[in-house]
């Protein structure tokens, strides 16, 4: 587990490990490998819950592989749906969701978030949380519809209240402005 | 003491709050009224240090005031000068530094931060840091000479090597661009 600040899924971990405590409900809305799924499921602990959502049936069995290889598989429930059903799956508020976008890292089929089901799922996402809560948005742009689900996160985004939400869009100050970012949106306490 | 995401202040908290241990040494870049001294002071605690810089005797006299109240007072040392003057006046690496740019909340006599002193302070305060150490840069564009701050503390931003240096732009993302934003740079650990 890395701390420093060296990318947009280092510094999602560092919102994370300041806001999710042992005991809590989270969700890894793109399981992918399952490297954020690990980390959440450490986070919340044995009596924590993680609902780790994947399409794909390669990145579930990945995610379960790297979980049981931890023994930390009975505290997340693996769900074979797209994100864009987050609110008819996960039963009740949540202190974390976490978007990781883009293709699943070694895939060879082309499988990529879009933004149509991305934008429903940040929609229920922000619904799910607890006060407190956070959302965590790794975005990627340098992909085939990766301009297009850009846009898709930054109209959720501004589409936020203030008076509910604090909404951050952090970008790499010293690289190029193609290089992956990092959107945080808090659900005020 | 905020613990929410509500501003470029209270993320620069929430950064700050994970990075800064007791006994630390730190540096307050631009006092003003004190809010950043007390907390930083409050994060080094007695074993730590904190150097507070300001150009203006009402800032120091505010803050002296406010550390007094809280009983911090011996841990900090007030320095009345300019911050583009931290390299000549700090003794050796720091865990952090602090900068909250344009006025000071509450003079009437229209002194601001300028691009040409805090682009030095900038570059001195990054050779100051300790590998894990940051820099914060809370950046006001809505007065005159904001627009021309904010190019002199991107330009600073985009200098910084990624070799050496991570750097995070982040701005709210459901309120105007013109709000504050907040620059984090970590020295590579």
């Not at 799956?89 to 879009?114: K, Y």
């Not at 689900?149 to 690289?175: I, K, T, Y």
Request: hydrophobic share 45%; net charge negative; glycine share 12%.
């Amino acid at each position: 587990m890395t701390r420093g600040l060296s990318g947009a899924v280092p510094l999602a971990h560092f919102f994370l490990r300041e806001r999710v405590k042992p005991g809590d409900r989270v969700v890894d809305a793109t399981c992918g490998n399952g490297h954020d799924t690990l980390f959440l499921a450490e986070l919340v602990g044995p009596e924590g819950r993680v609902w780790a959502f994947d399409i794909q049936d390669a990145a579930l069995a990945a995610t379960a592989k790297r979980l049981e290889a931890a023994g930390c598989g009975e505290r997340v429930e693996l769900v074979n749906g797209g994100h864009e059903r987050l609110a008819e799956l996960v039963p009740g508020p949540v202190t974390a969701v976490v978007f990781n976008l883009g293709f699943l890292p070694g895939a060879e089929n082309g499988t990529i978030t879009t933004p149509a089901t991305t934008g429903a799922a940040l929609d229920q996402a922000t619904e799910l949380l607890l006060p407190g809560g956070i959302v965590t948005v790794a975005v990627y742009t340098g992909h085939p519809g990766g301009p297009e689900e850009e846009a898709a996160v930054d109209a959720w985004a501004a589409s936020l209240p203030p008076a509910r939400f604090n909404v951050w869009r952090c970008r790499q100050g010293n690289r190029s402005s193609a290089a992956p970012y990092l959107v945080v949106a808090e659900c005020r306490a």
